[in-house]
């Protein structure tokens, strides 16, 4: 399959029809492959579905291995709103190949993200002209609270998922996300991990499946 993005996709079971995708994008520094590793603990509940993991477009400035949505070495919010709106249309673009490719509409896609890649899930899914069937973003937060709220079209449901200890993206970027959805009419649904730091372990996994799986009633 080939997309603008690099891909990992993991296809259903069984040459089964693709009904739904879910497109997962892994935090800053990473890669597909990174974030592939939710689809194993995934793919046998979801029939029908397939996997999409995106390098981002940018080779990551500070570990040159992985790769990034925006860049975060420039400590300046305009300039990171900037670079993270570069990022948005460049995987809007790929979203779209995804859904021509597979003949799928917005309601049939799940976006799931990890950090940097959660931030991202969270713009698109919000601004969207179509609203998408869910968000899962794990260890997240709003980019720029005053640009989102201006830019809100499509109020997709969304569940958010931190550990306690997570000292990266600190637990209180999950409360902040929380009052702003709800002051914006957003369905959001949080989940807060206890003595978990910067990392989805098996209890958010499963909890973010339950959340899908409903969702897309699979």
């Keep these: 399959m080939k ?4 891909t990992i996709a993991i296809s259903p079971e069984k040459n089964q029809e693709i009904k739904y995708a879910i497109i997962l994008l892994h935090g800053y520094g990473g890669d597909g492959n990174d974030i592939s590793a939710l689809s194993l603990n995934w793919k046998r509940f979801l029939p029908n579905t397939i996997f999409l993991c995106p390098n981002g477009h940018e080779i990551c ?3 040159p291995v992985g790769f990034q949505w925006f860049d975060l070495s420039v400590d300046d919010p305009n300039y ?11 995987l809007k673009f790929y979203i779209d190949e995804v859904k021509q490719k597979f003949n799928l509409t917005n309601n049939k896609i799940c976006l799931t993200g990890f950090s940097q890649g959660s931030m991202m899930s ?11 069937n869910s968000i899962v973003g794990f260890s997240g937060k709003i980019i720029n609270k005053e640009n989102l709220v201006n830019r809100i079209i499509s109020k997709t449901n969304m569940l958010l998922i931190h550990g306690d200890l997570d000292t990266i993206v600190p637990v209180n ?16 649904e949080t989940k807060i991990i206890k003595n978990c ?7 958010a ?3 973010a499946l339950s959340f899908i799986k409903k969702n897309l009633i699979i």
């Design 3 to 6: 997309f603008s993005l690099d």
């Design 61 to 63: 400035k500070v570990n």
């Design 80 to 90: 990171i709103l900037k670079e993270s709106l570069k990022g948005e249309e460049k």
């Design 122 to 132: 969270i713009n698109i899914g919000l601004t969207s002209k179509e609203k998408f």
């Design 173 to 188: 970027f999950l409360l902040e996300a929380k009052d702003f959805m709800i002051r914006n009419n957003v369905n959001i």
């Design 197 to 203: 730091e910067h990392h989805i372990p098996i209890e």
């Design 205 to 207: 996994s499963s909890h």
